[in-house]
C-alpha cells in the first residue's frame, strides 16, 4: 500500500508468510499482526507503534539500516537527517480518530499540514 499523503491507522491480521507493507516517503513499514498509524506531512514520515510489531525500513538500499518498533513507541524521519525513535504518548497519536487533534510543542506550519 502507497500512503501519498494525510494519516492512516492500520489493523493487520498475524499472517508471518503474508505481511503487510505501506510505503510513505523515503520508509516503507514492515507489519505482522498489529497495530499502528503512519503520517506523511510533506518530508516527515511518522509511524506510530500502537500495539505488535513493526519494522521501518528506507526504501532504498544501503540509505539505514532497519529499525524495529516496540508498542508505545514512534519512528520521525525527516529529509535526510538520521530517523528518531522515542517513546509516543498512545491517546495523543489516536486523538484523530475520535476527531481531535492534540499539539503540543509543534510549529505552526506542522499544525496546518495536519489539519
Do not use: C, Y
Not at 20 to 40: D, I, K, L, P, Y
Not at 50 to 58: A, F, R, S, T
Not at 71 to 84: D, L, N, R, S, Y
Amino acid at each position: 500500500m502507497l500512503l501519498a499523503r494525510g494519516r492512516a491507522r492500520f489493523d493487520v491480521a498475524r499472517d508471518i508468510a503474508r505481511p503487510f507493507t505501506v510505503t510513505a516517503g523515503a520508509q516503507t513499514v514492515v507489519a505482522v499482526g498489529t497495530s499502528f498509524n503512519v503520517e506523511r506531512l510533506e518530508n516527515k514520515v511518522l509511524v506510530t507503534l500502537i500495539e505488535g510489531h513493526v519494522v521501518v525500513k528506507p526504501t532504498q538500499a544501503g540509505r539505514a539500516a532497519p529499525v524495529a518498533l516496540s508498542a508505545g513507541q514512534e519512528f520521525v524521519a525527516a529529509g535526510v537527517a538520521k530517523p528518531i525513535v522515542a517513546a509516543a504518548s498512545l491517546p495523543v497519536a489516536t486523538a484523530w480518530e475520535s476527531g481531535r487533534l492534540i499539539l503540543d510543542n509543534v510549529p505552526l506550519s506542522e499544525a496546518v499540514q495536519r489539519v
